[in-house]
T-cell receptor, first 110, second 114 residues
Framework: GENVEQHPSTLSVQEGDSAVIKCTYSDSASNYFPWYKQELGKRPQLIIDIRSNVGEKKDQRIAVTLNKTAKHFSLHITETQPEDSAVYFCAARGWRALTFGSGTRLQVQP | DTGVSQDPRHKITKRGQNVTFRCDPISEHNRLYWYRQTLGQGPEFLTYFQNEAQLEKSRLLSDRFSAERPKGSFSTLEIQRTEQGDSAMYLC????????????FGQGTRLTVV
């Protein structure tokens, strides 16, 4: 089955700096890669996603890049703000369901 | 809130008891998923429905777990003879027909087995 690895497990940045979270996946058949943000006690919230026919997608301050050959994808957050502090999960979808990474706790220091 | 709704939000039960959780997906979403999340980990897939048909079950889903979606709308997840290792957040997600790859999560049911 699919295996998704996520790094780093924790990330601390100063407000205004950029943050990058990286994931690798194992199943070359995976074709959909979403990112979720989860605040304490709340539901995972879909913030951006990319399908395998696209190499990069951007939405305001967040962007995702995908390298299918190397089987890795990354989340980029620019101009970080304190409200970006949360746990971020990457995921990969193969046949039917999502396989998640273990999460990155992002702390944005004011 | 027209998102995925789960009930109850919290459940404390004694070991050996049975518990049942309910999930109401977003209206007209035909796909429904159950995931389990433990502290510090990402959600783990349990089972998946397309309409009323249960199409896939993870090997994580032991015989004590059963899920139903009788009319293709809401779903229930039952755990029989609960064990302390069942303590976790149980998340439900749904996907629309036209974008079946996207999953939208509910707020989850936190189960504590004492």
């Amino acid at each position: 089955g699919e295996n998704v690895e996520q790094h780093p497990s924790t990330l601390s940045v100063q407000e205004g700096d950029s943050a990058v979270i990286k994931c690798t996946y194992s199943d070359s058949a995976s074709n959909y890669f979403p990112w979720y943000k989860q605040e304490l006690g709340k539901r995972p919230q879909l913030i951006i996603d990319i399908r395998s026919n696209v190499g990069e997608k951007k939405d305001q301050r967040i962007a995702v890049t995908l390298n299918k050959t190397a089987k890795h994808f990354s989340l980029h957050i620019t101009e970080t703000q304190p409200e970006d502090s949360a746990v971020y999960f990457c995921a990969a979808r193969g046949w039917r369901a999502l396989t998640f990474g273990s999460g990155t706790r992002l702390q944005v220091q004011p | 809130d027209t998102g995925v709704s789960q009930d109850p939000r919290h459940k404390i039960t004694k070991r050996g008891q049975n518990v049942t959780f309910r999930c109401d997906p977003i209206s007209e979403h035909n796909r429904l998923y159950w995931y389990r999340q433990t502290l510090g980990q990402g959600p783990e897939f349990l089972t998946y429905f397309q309409n009323e048909a249960q199409l896939e079950k993870s090997r994580l889903l032991s015989d004590r777990f059963s899920a139903e979606r009788p009319k293709g709308s809401f779903s229930t997840l039952e755990i029989q003879r609960t064990e302390q290792g069942d303590s976790a957040m149980y998340l439900c997600a749904s996907s629309p027909k036209d974008r079946g790859y996207q999953a939208f999560f509910g707020q989850g049911t936190r189960l504590t087995v004492v």
